[in-house]
């Protein structure tokens, strides 16, 4: 990049559906961050609602709210975030492994699109990518998978909420529309079944490193005690 002098580097992956950006000094940043940044330049002139997967850090959370946008979670995936975009009505949704749907031009993630109005939206502020993202702090975030043979049923989902909230905090939310979801201020963490494969995918972040490890033992712990009750 510094060699040959530019302002930014858009890669894709195989099918170019995702969008992934180098900045100008050469480093790839956190993909949360990125998404961030773009959504606080649409926050610049639109407050949405922006969408978001259940799974995305707190940090895109906290950049909306600073520009006074609206910024709902949906399923992890971007033909499920597609169909809860067009339930809410957002006007752009995306993941931070790059998928990003734009309504406006798109109703399906395309790479070569997402990184044209990033740049875009960094030409019209005058922002190099570094400028951009600097604004998006990077929390401590960790995941893990565990293996199950069968679904939840809805008391097991009740049980994990109630001992989660005892691991995050006894002040925090609990949201189960899209996998079981508990969150604090500084924490959270996300127990759900993945879409692909039979496993629970867990998800912790927090501002403290410490923390999320913590959080992952202690929730890896009830996991799969959980699950050996199901057994």
């Not at 170019?16 to 956190?30: Q, T």
């Not at 989660?164 to 500084?186: N, P």
Request: proline residues 3%.
């Amino acid at each position: 990049m510094a060699s040959a002098g530019a302002d930014a580097g858009v890669a894709f992956d195989g099918d170019g559906d995702r969008v992934y950006i180098v900045d100008e000094k050469g480093n790839c940043p956190l993909q949360d961050r990125v998404l961030g940044s773009y959504i606080t330049c649409l926050a610049r002139r639109s407050k949405g609602p922006f969408l978001v997967p259940v799974d995305a850090s707190m940090a895109i959370q906290e950049a909306a709210t600073k520009y006074g946008a609206k910024l709902l979670r949906g399923p992890v995936g971007d033909a499920k975030l597609l169909v809860e975009m067009k339930k809410i009505g957002a006007s752009f949704a995306g993941e931070p492994s790059g998928a990003w749907i734009h309504r406006e031009y798109n109703l399906c993630p395309d790479g070569i699109l997402s990184g044209l109005l990033y740049l875009k939206q960094l030409e019209t502020l005058d922002l190099l990518v570094s400028e951009a993202v600097a604004e998006i702090p990077e929390y401590f975030m960790a995941r893990k998978s565990v293996n199950v043979k069968q679904k939840l049923s809805s008391s097991i989902v009740a049980t994990l909420s109630g001992e989660l909230e005892k691991i995050i905090g006894k002040d925090s939310s609990i949201e189960t529309k899209f996998g079981v979801r508990v969150s604090s201020e500084d924490s959270w963490v996300l127990v759900r079944e993945s879409g692909t494969e039979p496993v629970m995918r867990i998800t912790t972040e927090s501002k403290q490193r410490s923390k999320a490890n913590q959080i992952m033992r202690e929730t890896l712990s009830l996991v799969r005690r959980v699950l050996k009750g199901m057994a």
